[in-house]
């Protein structure tokens, strides 16, 4: 009899409670895994804040049904399959990889996790997936139209830069993923009657040799590849230089804000927004194996002209006009 009572109780409490509580006390939490080679992203990185941004209005936030378990190699590559271990081990929804270092272990160390890659560059040259249409294994994300970009930005380059013939291209030597992007963009000058000075580096020592090289032969203009170990040490390279007045060109327009001439590179807005969409579908059941690559579909072109002025670079108007951003 008491037993019947309990129950009838219980049976009112939850008529008695609105649909919606009920839905969060029964929703699941979805744990989205974080994997990079470098220092933890605050949530205000505009990689991060787009991501999350994307994530809640698809319906999923920290407050209700999201987790992210965190995991950063603090620039020590070694570090990082322990880290995809550990992801695996905290049973979480999906990996998304940031760079082509974590890219390439969270390929190594699971099979049954979804991986979402951004920022490795070429996936498909560098073996982490079949093709771009069929990716398959359990890996899917953002690839990088590496070719054009670099054509873009030495384009770019000549059209800043009078008489412009010998540019530095500086990149990481020890990652795969932005070799090829090196090559592509090396290859992207004998169309343009640019000579390239290959300045690969390897640790945050190697940069003085590269500055050494540049003095020693002077460029017309510095190209950089971005990674973990070249964002690193990209306040370096805007302060060289801005010392010896060499135009600079990046792919991502932080390093413009920070001092640095030019930027030519994906939207990071809507391609994390795409992420937080490629997420969404592994969240109700699509299979990474069938799901494309995705390539960006808008650029942002930004322009600094207070280094512009620095240099004693007068920056064409054409070229201002198609500039989505001119930092005054």
Not at 17 to 37: D, F, H
Not at 151 to 174: F, I, Q, S, Y
Not at 202 to 216: H, I, L, N, T, Y
Not at 281 to 294: D, H, M, T, V
């Amino acid at each position: 009899m008491k037993s019947r009572w309990i129950i009838a109780l219980i049976a009112v409490g939850l008529a008695a409670t609105p649909v919606v509580a009920i839905a969060q006390m029964t929703a699941k939490t979805y744990r989205v895994g974080l994997l990079g080679v470098t220092a933890a992203l605050p949530d205000s990185e505009p990689r991060m804040a787009a991501l999350i941004r994307g994530l809640a209005q698809r319906g999923y936030t920290f407050d209700r049904n999201l987790a992210f378990e965190r995991r950063w190699a603090q620039m020590q590559p070694s570090r990082l399959p322990q880290l995809v271990d550990e992801l695996a081990a905290s049973k979480v929804d999906v990996i998304v990889t940031f760079g082509y270092p974590a890219a390439a272990a969270a390929k190594q160390g699971t099979t049954g996790v979804p991986v979402v890659l951004t920022g490795s560059g070429d996936p498909v040259a560098t073996g982490l997936v079949n093709s771009l249409a069929r990716p398959g294994g359990n890996i899917t994300g953002m690839a990088e139209a590496a070719s054009e970009l670099s054509a873009k930005r030495l384009e770019v380059l000549k059209d800043a830069v009078p008489g412009l013939k010998r540019v530095a291209m500086l990149w990481n030597a020890a990652d795969p993923g932005m070799t090829l992007r090196y090559r592509a963009a090396a290859e992207a000058t004998q169309a343009l009657a640019i000579t390239v000075q290959a300045l690969g580096v390897r640790e945050p020592e190697d940069f003085e040799s590269a500055f050494a090289a540049m003095e020693r032969e002077r460029p017309d203009a510095i190209l950089m590849v971005s990674d973990a170990l070249t964002v690193l040490n990209r306040k370096r390279v805007i302060d060289f230089a801005a010392t010896h007045r060499l135009p600079t060109i990046f792919e991502a327009e932080g390093h413009v804000r920070d001092g640095g001439l030019m930027s030519y590179g994906p939207d990071q807005s809507e391609m994390f927004d795409r992420v937080a969409s490629l997420i969404e579908r592994i969240f109700q059941g699509a299979k990474p194996a069938e799901l494309p690559l995705e390539q960006p579909t808008r650029y942002r072109f930004v322009i600094n002209l207070k280094t512009a002025a620095a240099l004693g670079l007068a920056i064409p108007p054409t070229l201002l006009a198609r500039a989505d951003e001119v930092i005054e």
